[in-house]
């Protein structure tokens, strides 16, 4: 393992101002992150190196199975990791891929020349590349990167990815075990000043739908490499190749369905917003149904008060129809038809006289042009006869309005018998 760094920590003032700077480049050295969760990750990233002070954020370029590269941010360093009472450090590297946070990043051991990953291990591949059940259940937007930590080194403290191995020297020895005990091991290195860094261990072995180790192919002392014996058996080499085989294979599955069931949820989401949109548009049609409905009713209820009126009117003067069909046939015309009221009498009779100054005008306008009226008298008689006019039109409006202010007080009247 790693000892406690001599180095100062980083300053967080000039970590914020780095993660500002990087995540709001644009153009084609922006970083490949989406806008709207690029403050998210910053958050993230501010809060693990306040957590982790031995981490360090950077940017280095990713190269894809597919030869493809791509500058990504990265945390750099260690990680603290208790094993029988003693805190070890394991060196780690935490990149965050094009999808982050969406998705979960991918975690790397990242030996020194002095480690040798640890085969088997459950959750580290022979490249690095960590594989532990907070990965695989990364949910958005609640997972983050210091609970990714802690169950890193949860995870390690129960099972140590790395052990030491020793330095040849000049006079030969037996080759360590495969396997020496973690303790000695750790114990080896635990104190010295970590050794200057060297090749990382390759991507020779990673496993099939994860990114490749980023980093070089390892080169290890020629006594320290894993060589095939005689005493191997066959049966526990397929059985463990196979046992690998079904595990990529049924995490491949794992990550198929995911995607399968997120296509689901989004378009059940896009559902659900068409259906709310559905739901206002059918609210805001029944209340307008519901406003013309009582628009309806009020109008069938001033309908039938006019039905009314006309129906005592008829009974009223039905009678008076009869008695003048007996009178010889013979109708005058200003005896047939009666004024129920004087208001009504004196609208008759201000109209009859205003449409009679009307036609008196048009004929002098006709003797004037044919030229039996002089222009002078013309003028003086229809000065005469447009005031006698005037005086007949307002009086017929202020009857009509007082008519009007009698018929609003009848209507009130009957409102009340339909009501009831």
């Known amino acids: 393992m790693v000892p406690p760094s001599s180095t100062p920590p980083p300053n967080p003032q ?10 709001s480049q644009r153009g084609p050295s922006a970083l490949p992150y989406s806008e709207d969760t690029k403050w998210l990750i910053r958050q993230q990233l501010v809060s693990l190196i306040s957590n982790y002070p031995s981490l360090e954020p950077k940017t280095a370029t990713f190269t894809h199975n597919d030869g493809r590269s791509v500058n990504l941010l990265q945390a750099d360093g260690t ?20 999808s982050y946070p969406r998705y979960a990043p991918a975690v790397y051991v990242n030996p020194t020349r002095d480690m040798i990953i640890k085969r088997p291990h459950p959750h580290v591949s022979p490249s690095g590349l960590v594989s532990i059940p907070y990965l695989h259940n990364w949910i958005y937007p609640s997972s983050n990167l210091v609970d990714l930590v802690l169950h890193l080194s949860s995870a390690f403290s129960r099972d140590p990815p790395l052990y030491s191995q020793r330095r040849p020297n000049p006079n030969p020895s037996p080759s360590p075990s495969p396997n020496p005990s973690i303790n000695s091991s750790m114990t080896s290195t635990y104190g010295q000043h970590p050794p200057p860094p060297g090749p990382r261990v390759a991507a020779t072995a990673a496993a099939a739908g994860y990114p490749p180790s980023p980093y070089g192919r390892v080169q290890h002392p020629q006594h320290s490499q894993a060589r095939p014996t005689s005493t191997d058996d066959a049966a526990e080499v397929y059985k463990r190749n196979a046992m690998n085989k079904l595990v990529e294979m049924v995490h491949g599955d794992i990550i198929g ?13 896009s559902a659900q917003a068409v259906l709310r949109r559905r739901e206002e548009e059918i609210n805001k049609g029944l209340k307008e149904m519901q ?9 069938l209820q001033v309908v039938l008060m006019n ?28 005896e047939a038809i009666h004024c129920v009221d004087v208001l009504s009498k004196q609208v008759l009779d201000s109209t009859a006289a205003d449409l009679a100054i009307e036609d008196v005008v048009y004929s002098l306008d006709k003797a004037v042009q044919d030229g039996v009226v002089p222009f002078d008298q013309y003028l003086r008689n229809v000065r005469l006869l447009s005031r006698e006019q005037f005086f007949h039109r307002a009086t017929a409006s202020k009857v009509k309005e007082a008519q009007m202010q009698a018929q609003v007080a009848n209507m009130a009247a009957r409102i009340s018998h339909f009501v009831s």
Do not use: C, H
């Open 14 to 23: 000039q970590i914020q101002q780095f993660l500002s700077s990087v995540l």
């Open 79 to 98: 990680i603290p990791m208790p094993f029988q009472g003693v805190t070890y450090n394991i060196p780690i590297v935490i990149w965050l891929m094009e």
């Open 307 to 334: 039905a009314d009126v006309l129906d005592s009117w008829i009974r009223d003067n039905e009678g008076k129809i009869k008695n003048l069909g007996k009178k010889n046939n013979n109708v005058d015309v200003d």
């Open 257 to 269: 369905m995911r995607k399968a069931r997120e296509v689901e949820m989004e378009g059940m989401f």
């Open 291 to 299: 406003d013309e409905k009582e628009g309806l009713e009020q109008q």
